[in-house]
């Protein structure tokens, strides 16, 4: 069975840093791109990162581009989501997702297949 189970999130001062962590089981996690996504209230999922191990590749959303950092961890089944320089718009409930083949449409929900579920971020100002 598929399980991804995020943890790491909290209540931070603007500024503040975070690592959100995303433990993988069921699956080879170097087989996968995983990514990582957010939803506010009222807002639509957005897609903030994702990393294929075996791809080396990465991906960032221009709104956390230099301030966020995705890796994997592949001997602890873990990807991580290093976040700094928090801002109140950062604040949101953050999901890890499995991507259903391939490295594409990283910012797009609809092609990840297995979702977690979802740890809260809090950045007060």
């Known amino acids: 069975e598929v399980q991804l189970v995020e943890s790491g999130g909290g209540l931070v001062q603007a500024g503040g840093s975070l690592r959100l962590s995303c433990a993988a089981s069921?699956?080879?996690?170097?087989?996968?791109?995983i990514g990582w996504f957010r939803q506010a209230p009222g807002k639509e999922r957005e897609g903030v990162s994702c990393?294929?191990?075996?791809?080396?590749?990465?991906y960032y959303a221009d709104s956390v581009k230099g301030r966020f950092t995705i890796s994997s961890d592949n001997a602890k089944h873990t990807v991580y989501l290093h976040m700094n320089s928090l801002r109140p718009e950062d604040t949101a409930v953050y999901y890890c997702?499995?991507?259903?083949?391939?490295?594409?449409?990283?910012?797009?929900?609809?092609?990840?297949?297995?979702w977690g579920q979802g740890t809260q971020v809090t950045v007060s100002s």
């Open positions: 997702a499995r991507h259903r083949g391939g490295f594409y449409s990283c910012d797009n929900p609809l092609f990840f297949g297995s």
């Open positions: 990393i294929s191990s075996r791809a080396g590749s990465t």
């Open positions: 069921g699956f080879t996690l170097d087989d996968y791109a």
